[in-house]
């Protein structure tokens, strides 16, 4: 890819939904305002995402089994969303990113 | 007005995000390429995005920035939740403790501290607020409630009646105008004060608990009493902001009267309480929607928040005395002494005035803003007139002047009333907020005063209004309605100025100057007045010339009755002010002379005296009424030039015994104007007595200028003295004296708008 090229793939992204995930395990779901040669990026209006906690799944899961005693494969799969945050504006350092996903 | 912070919620990306799981695609690898091939500090930026935005970025993954970050090696579930159980039994001593730690968050709140660093670190607040209770049953501890009835009946009862006294304080504030983040921090985190519930459901819940409490025979008598008080404050407190601006009708202060009461209770037994730390963790901070940086936990003594919580309530007492409109000056004095006490009233008090004083273009619920203006007017500048007494309902004939006047009049008030009733509300804002307020409407002021005008002028043809033949022979008209919009610019422009003194602006080097601006303003000022009042006695000669009708005219004389004495009111007001500020500006002029006075700026600072007048000056310029004075003819005036100390030592031991009789007279005449029999200007009816705590505070604003006056006069003759010991002093045998400014707050400091500077002999060495 040249210069050109890569200036106008990443010119294309601005104003896109990313998610880009982090060493420490979270994800940052937020628009794409600017990014430079380390990768540092900046989104706006980002969320946080974290993995639930073990007692938030603990929790989900006893409320799943006081609503119904159904079959072990129910309880084995335990549906708990993604605990999330409202965080504004953020820059994330390039060294610290993972993973980065287009929405 | 939003607030500036608002955080404007995206819609729920996770539902979204779940519906349109269309498969988000890994750009990871075609991303890191495209950004290497970037050259160093090459940036790919959204057109609109500034790098000034790009500067209020929290950086992830920094742990000062960053709410959410966590330490490696830190343990995740430790990092985010709290071991803390709150099912845990607690003594009677530390639910008593807890209850006292809450009431300091809590009014550090009310302080301006977030939420985020105050209430929201408290583990129980967090777990009855979140998941978002949608019942009172749902807003709880924890899904099991605890078995012990003082933590699941007495400390929960606290708690949700402080959450829903938050609710009320955060829905007044945000309704009316403040600053986010200098008086106040609005922000919520996305969590719900639990403003869909209904108060009574909070009462109830604390007479139960009140009732728990009483029949506890086995606890101690002491801790009894002590959660008793706290649930009564809770339960009176509520109340009290549950009324709200009901108060305009009910014209109780019961409820704010009880909580002083239990307020002593607390006080005493804040001993008995044990804090309980644990239960407030900074770990909330990593859950809570927010676009800032993790901060530390605000700590406030439970003197300080009982203190706030005090004045606050006493605030709000004596506020309710001046909820009767007796005319257009009392109710001005009244607000402006009741928010320049000291310290100033809390952003609630402020925010729940603001919509007392004005709401639906109603004065305090009862004089409409058109009414207030005509009375304010009435006052002033237009006693009895008929230009404020035509109407369009009584005349109906457009050719009659009566109903082109009245026309006119109704532009007047669509234009005037808001700039007016600003110019009341103002003083609601926090102390700097004022100033620079001010500093803005007075140029609209100006605007304001050219439009009064050109309507003067139409006016004066539709009345056909005598002219009037001045001293110089010319003839001139009263241009009532401008003359009064250049009274309220010279209030303005004298208000900057003496704020400018309270705020310290001012370096020692600029008092002299400061202060002979603020006498040019008062005479500039005074002689204004004389031009209004010669215009009303000639009103009132013609006046008693036609008088045909006897009954109309009882009420005609209370009206100008009423115009004198407000004018002789203002007049005493302004002399005192203006005298006191020749005194001072003379003193300074010595102390400056003789090189005695502290200096702010060093030898080689760039400042100058025509760059530091300019920027004194700058609200002041595009005004043109009262004309700039030019830096040459102010550095000449306001340095006495050719006057000799001598004269000039004269000049400020007159003065000074002037301001000293005119305060006198000020103080004697009291804060308020009475109304003068019957049927005067005003339409409200009388009735119950002037707000006695509020002239108080008038009272002891006059007097402090007094001690102020008085202290000047100690400093003047110090100086005098040291010039009659050293007649012709220079470089080689300066003055023996030793001059320091007091600052704001300091014993010394008899008045924050008077700067007294002590003068004393210098020690031998």
């Known amino acids: 890819m040249e210069t050109g090229h890569a200036v106008q793939y990443l010119e294309g992204l601005l104003g896109r939904s990313l998610r880009v995930h982090t060493t ?48 072990e494969a129910a309880k084995a799969t335990v549906k708990v969303n993604m605990t999330s945050r409202l965080i504004g504006l953020i820059v994330i350092p390039g060294r610290h990113i993972t993973k980065i996903e287009l929405e | 007005m939003l607030p500036n912070n608002e955080v404007r919620l995206p819609p729920p990306r996770a539902a979204r995000a779940a519906q349109s799981a269309a498969v988000p695609c890994d750009i990871t690898t075609q991303f890191t390429e495209a ?33 959410g970050y966590i330490a490696p090696g830190e343990n995740h579930v430790q990092a985010l939740e709290d071991d803390y159980d709150v099912r845990q039994p607690l ?14 968050h809590e009014m550090a709140w009310h302080m301006g501290h977030p939420l985020s660093q105050t209430l929201f670190t408290s583990i129980y607040l967090d777990k009855l607020l979140w998941p978002v209770p949608k019942t009172m049953e749902d807003a709880r501890f924890d899904r099991v409630p605890s078995e012990s009835p003082l933590i699941s009946l007495v400390l929960r009862a606290y708690c949700l009646a402080l959450v829903k006294a938050c609710d009320f304080v955060h829905a007044r504030i945000v309704t009316e105008y403040y600053y986010e983040e200098e008086d106040f921090v609005s922000q919520l985190y996305n969590r719900n004060l639990l403003s869909g519930l209904d108060p009574s459901h909070f009462f109830r819940l604390l007479d139960q608990a009140v009732e728990w409490v009483d029949s506890q025979e086995t606890m101690d008598q002491d801790l009894r009493d002590a959660l008793r008080c706290r649930l009564l404050l ?12 009901e108060v305009l009708d009910t014209r109780s202060t019961d409820n704010f009267v009880s909580c002083l009461s239990t307020l002593s209770g607390i006080t005493e037994t804040v001993a ?11 770990k909330i901070q990593r859950r809570l929607a927010s676009t800032v940086p993790p901060r530390p936990i605000v700590h406030i003594s439970p003197e300080d928040a009982l203190a706030h919580l005090k004045r606050l309530c006493q605030d709000a007492i004596d506020m309710q005395q001046m909820l009767d409109y007796k005319g257009p000056s009392n109710f001005k004095t009244a607000i402006w002494s009741l928010l320049s006490r000291k310290p100033q009233p809390s952003v609630y008090i402020r925010c729940l005035l603001q919509a007392l004083i004005v709401s639906d273009m109603t004065i305090l619920g009862a004089v409409p803003v058109k009414q207030f203006l005509y009375d304010d007017l009435a006052e002033l500048v237009l006693p009895s007139s008929v230009l404020l007494q035509a109407n ?6 457009p050719s009659d002047p009566r109903f082109q006047i009245a026309q006119k009049m109704e532009g007047f008030v669509k234009r005037f009333s808001q700039p007016f009733v600003d110019t009341v509300r103002a003083a609601c804002l926090n102390r700097c907020r004022i100033r620079r307020t001010v500093c803005h409407t007075v140029v609209d002021w100006d605007n304001l005063q050219m439009e009064a005008e050109e309507l003067d002028l139409d006016l004066q043809r539709l009345s056909d209004e005598p002219p009037l033949q001045m001293k110089g022979g010319e003839t001139t008209f009263s241009f009532p309605l401008s003359s009064w919009a250049y009274n309220q610019k010279l209030i303005q422009i004298r208000r900057i100025i003496q704020m400018g003194f309270e705020l310290s602006i001012y370096a020692p080097e600029e008092l002299a100057g400061m202060y002979w601006y603020l006498s040019y303003i008062c005479s500039t000022h005074l002689g204004h007045l004389d031009r209004i009042r010669t215009f009303t006695v000639a009103a009132r000669k013609r006046d008693l010339i036609s008088a045909g009708d006897r009954s109309a005219d009882s009420q005609k004389s209370a009206a100008f009755h009423r115009s004198f004495r407000t004018l002789e009111r203002v007049t005493t007001q302004l002399i005192a002010v203006d005298a006191f500020a020749i005194a001072l500006h003379a003193l300074y002029v010595l102390l400056t002379r003789h090189e005695v006075l502290p200096c702010a700026a060093g030898a080689d600072a760039y400042s100058t005296d025509r760059l530091r007048y300019e920027l004194r000056m700058k609200p002041f310029i595009p005004i043109s009424l009262p004309e700039l004075v030019p830096f040459e003819e102010f550095q000449r005036e306001s340095a006495l030039e050719g006057d000799s100390d001598a004269i000039i030592l004269e000049r400020a031991s007159k003065a000074i015994t002037e301001a000293r009789k005119a305060w006198d007279v000020l103080l004697s005449q009291g804060a308020f104007l009475e109304e003068a029999g019957s049927g005067s200007g005003s339409g409200s009816a009388g009735g119950k007595e002037f707000p006695s705590a509020i002239e108080e505070d008038w009272k002891r604003d006059v007097k402090d200028a007094m001690r102020a006056c008085i202290g000047a006069s100690i400093s003047i003759e110090t100086v005098r003295k040291a010039l009659g010991n050293n007649p012709s002093p220079s470089a080689q045998q300066p003055l023996n004296l030793e001059v320091t400014i007091p600052e704001i707050g300091s014993k010394s400091r008899w008045h924050e708008w008077w700067v007294v500077p002590q003068v004393s002999e210098k020690k031998n060495q």
């Open chain 1, 24 to 71: 420490d395990s979270r994800m940052f779901v937020g628009i794409f305002k600017c990014t430079d040669a380390e990768r540092n990026l900046i989104l706006a209006n980002s969320l946080e995402y974290r993995f639930p906690t073990p007692s938030a799944v603990e929790t989900a899961a006893k409320e799943l089994e006081s609503w119904d005693n159904a079959s």
């Open chain 2, 35 to 67: 950004a290497s091939k970037l050259k160093t500090g090459q940036l790919v930026k959204d057109e609109l995005f500034t790098l000034f935005e790009a500067v209020g970025a929290l950086e992830i993954m920094d742990s000062k920035m960053d709410s």
């Open chain 2, 91 to 104: 003594t009677p001593k530390q639910v008593v403790g807890l209850m006292d730690q809450l009431l300091c």
């Open chain 2, 234 to 245: 809770r339960h009176e407190f509520l109340s009290a902001l549950d009324e709200d601006l």
């Open chain 2, 272 to 282: 008995h309480g044990t804090p309980v730390p644990e239960a407030f963790s900074l």
């Open chain 2, 392 to 397: 369009t309902d009584e005349v109906e004939l």
